[in-house]
């Protein structure tokens, strides 16, 4: 398993950007694909998107395709989430998570093994 450390939240307005940051231990990084999944009070955790070991697919929730983008840098252990023109609706912790194998199209939880602690994102109208 690797350990993550999720950075990169905090409050933006609306139609803002931010971009978090996922790090993570462990020589074994470019093994795993990571995800990125959010929670907002009283929901459950949604998939947000997901990329493959190699960074040659990559997977978006619905609500987020077009506005957001996943990338990933083996050399440096690090995955990102680029998200622009954020919304209200956005507001969550946002977890990355990292698995040996996820299905195509929509990751379930189940699919990753190891979850960081979450960061939060805030967006104020």
């Known amino acids: 398993q690797v350990q993550l450390v999720e950075s990169g939240g905090g409050l933006v307005q609306a139609g803002g950007s931010l971009r978090l940051s996922c790090a993570a231990s462990g020589r074994t990084f470019n093994s795993y694909a990571m995800g990125w999944f959010r929670q907002a009070p009283g929901k459950e955790r949604e998939f947000v998107a997901a990329?493959?070991?190699?960074?040659?697919?990559?997977y978006y929730a619905d609500s987020v395709k077009g506005r957001f983008t996943i990338s990933r840098d083996n050399a440096k252990n690090t995955v990102y989430l680029q998200m622009n023109s954020l919304k209200p609706e956005d507001t969550a912790v946002y977890y990355c998570?990292?698995?040996?194998?996820?299905?195509?199209?929509?990751?379930?939880?189940?699919?990753?093994?190891?979850w960081g602690q979450g960061t939060q994102v805030t967006v104020s109208s």
């Open positions: 990329i493959t070991w190699s960074g040659g697919n990559t």
């Open positions: 998570a990292a698995g040996l194998k996820i299905r195509v199209g929509v990751p379930l939880p189940a699919d990753f093994g190891s």
